[in-house]
């Protein structure tokens, strides 16, 4: 990025909790020319995060969790969602990409915490941003491979109030969970429809029989 197609006036950061909010005030690069109008916003900084949709080919099954989610629990207040609604979500392993890490080192940390399973091989899926209109928050998305015949129950670590119910799915009845909106989240649908394009593919480069 041109650094001329910025001016930043003023940077504070007015909330400093469990996560982060920066006040911007800026102004930037019109399409047709020149820049335009001072304009103030507040971004989320959460910090960037690695995910992996875990894949055993053999089993040719998929690992999942299912865990609370406080985001989840506040949308479900609006008009927009039903009585039934649940902040319970159906997920994929995620975490935070801490100083020094490598994504690919975030997913393999995570398939351990929180689902008992140790990668073998990864594949990258895509590096996208989340909410770029009020946040920086960016995920690097993986597909690794896992050996799938023990995995379930519930992980996570207590110290970060993690209470994490691991389950396997065939892609099957993955995709129709993805189809009835049961996956209802963007770090997961992204995955799932990668998967869901390259499932046959990733099945005979990793299948050991």
Not at 161 to 167: A, K, L, N, T
Request: net charge negative.
């Amino acid at each position: 990025m041109d650094t001329k197609d910025v001016d930043v006036i003023g940077l504070e950061t007015p909330f400093q909790g469990y996560f982060r909010i920066d006040r911007y005030k800026l102004r930037h690069r019109l399409h047709e020319g020149g820049m335009g109008g001072e304009i103030s916003r507040e971004i989320f900084e959460r910090g960037h995060a690695a995910c992996a949709l875990l894949y055993d080919p053999d089993l040719d099954l998929l690992v999942m969790v299912e865990q609370f989610r406080a985001g989840a629990y506040a949308a479900a207040k609006s008009p927009w969602y039903t009585d039934d609604s649940s902040p319970w979500l159906i997920e994929i392993i995620a975490g935070i990409i801490e100083d020094g890490e490598e994504p690919e080192d975030v997913v393999r940390r995570e398939a351990l915490e929180e689902a008992g399973c140790t990668v073998q091989e990864i594949e990258p899926i895509c590096h996208y941003l989340v909410t770029p209109g009020g946040s920086s928050e960016s995920v690097y998305s993986f597909c690794g491979r896992v050996d799938a015949s023990n995995a379930g129950g519930v992980h996570g670590l207590d110290e970060e109030g993690e209470d994490i119910r691991v389950f396997t799915a065939t892609p099957e009845e993955a995709f129709a969970m993805l189809a009835d909106g049961r996956i209802h989240n963007s770090m997961t649908i992204i995955s799932m429809y990668w998967f869901k394009e390259n499932h046959a593919r990733l099945r005979e480069l990793w299948k050991r029989t």
